[in-house]
């Protein structure tokens, strides 16, 4: 069945959940490794009214090493089934179009490639068959080498740029100008600077006439800018709050969805934006 970007009657911004199923994500690493526990907490990101349940296999967090296809299967499959037609998209957070296709198959309707089909050359053409909505994120390199790749002359051009070129290159292979999501890719090879300028600079952004998908959940970023100077570092599970702050202004500004660990507080957020 084929899938359009999901959109709210309502038309506020929509709440993408993250489910890690990891064990070494960056906040929520090892929470929900059993399949079990995964989809019991993939139900609770329903029940506080996600929009959409993004499932991922893979830690992207700086540093991180790989892990098999197989192992991403195994982590991932199981879970998007179990969650399937309980009242939220299920989004598939893959490089890989292994994986993408088989979470297709077994219900996801969105898939979130960080690396904007960078990482595997046959992705594009299976999102294009498969015909779902395609997330593409700036990218530049795997985690275990994206820190050496943190060079912009000028940030918001080359992020905006390189996402057009992606679009272009899915669009070439066949991929519907009106299945892409873009998404400025907060923290990936991008220094704190850089995230806040592309925040800044979101009607840039915009400009390329896609709907777009901000990530900023409890990343470091936000940590360095809420946590006293020469103090500990806040705790990555005390960025509700500033992440609450990023969403609102972000949905006020315009953003399609955002993908966040809280959800509650997030749709307080995006809620009271679009009163405004
Ligand atoms: N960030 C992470 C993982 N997947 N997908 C998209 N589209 N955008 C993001 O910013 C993004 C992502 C890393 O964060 P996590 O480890 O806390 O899930």
Redesign the pocket.
Known sequence: MPYDIPVREDGRTLVMG?L?V?PD?????GEYLAPADAVARGQELIAQGADIV?I?GE???PGATRVSTAEEIDRTISVVSGLRDQGAVISI?TMRAEVARLAVENGAGIV???SGGLADEAMLETVAELNVPY?I?HWRAHSEQMEQFTHYDDVVTEVCEHLATRAQAAQAVGVKNSKIIV?P????AKRPEHNWKLLRHFDDLKKMGHPI???????RFLRNAVSEPGAKPREFDDLAAATDAVSALMAHAGAWAV?V?DVPGTIDAVTIANYL
């Open positions: 993250v890690n990891t994500s960056f906040s929520d690493g993004d991922g830690s992207t967090r957070d979130n490639d960080v997330v994120m998404d890719g907060l923290g990936f998908l901000v990530g900023a959940s409890r990343k993908r660990h």
